[in-house]
């Protein structure tokens, strides 16, 4: 049997992102690294990833970030459907890192999070 693959949604600019992929190194998890800035998740991969965290977008949103302000989100009450949209088309506002193994999900911030997936 094949054990269930690790991903990342990794921003190596951010620390959190390289802190919590340290982590997992050194618990002896080598994941699969998706640099989500490069090549940002599809509609569906992030609903799933939703689901797998248990939240919904708006509660993985960068509110700091400058396209958040210029895209008048905070006056906004977007649909699940329009926040997934809006994810996909600016991935710099999904919050970072996220860590999939199988069903299960989590952000690592803290990267002490991730722990709670691995073993």
Same mark, same amino acid.
């Given at each position: 049997?094949?054990?269930?693959? /690790? %991903?990342? /949604?990794?921003?190596? =600019?951010?620390?959190?992102? &390289?802190?919590?992929?340290? &982590?997992?190194? *050194?618990?002896? %998890? +080598?994941? +699969? #690294? %998706?640099? /989500?800035?490069?090549?940002?998740? *599809?509609?569906?991969?992030?609903?799933? #990833?939703?689901?797998?965290?248990?939240?919904?977008?708006?509660? #993985?949103? =960068? =509110?700091? +970030?400058?396209? /958040?302000?210029?895209?008048?989100?905070? *006056? &906004?009450?977007?649909? &699940?459907a329009e926040w997934l949209d809006i994810l996909v088309a600016h991935p710099i506002l999904i919050e970072r890192p996220i860590v999939v193994h199988g069903p299960a999900a989590c952000l690592g911030r803290p990267p002490e999070n %991730? *722990?709670?997936? #691995?073993?």
């Amino acid at each position: 049997m094949t054990p269930t693959p /690790y %991903v990342i /949604y990794h921003n190596p =600019r951010c620390s959190k992102s &390289r802190q919590t992929l340290q &982590r997992l190194r *050194d618990a002896g %998890v +080598e994941p +699969e #690294i %998706v640099e /989500y800035l490069t090549t940002p998740p *599809d509609a569906a991969t992030l609903d799933a #990833i939703l689901q797998a965290l248990g939240k919904e977008p708006q509660d #993985i949103i =960068r =509110r700091g +970030e400058a396209v /958040y302000k210029e895209l008048g989100l905070a *006056d &906004r009450s977007p649909s &699940r459907a329009e926040w997934l949209d809006i994810l996909v088309a600016h991935p710099i506002l999904i919050e970072r890192p996220i860590v999939v193994h199988g069903p299960a999900a989590c952000l690592g911030r803290p990267p002490e999070n %991730v *722990d709670a997936l #691995i073993g």
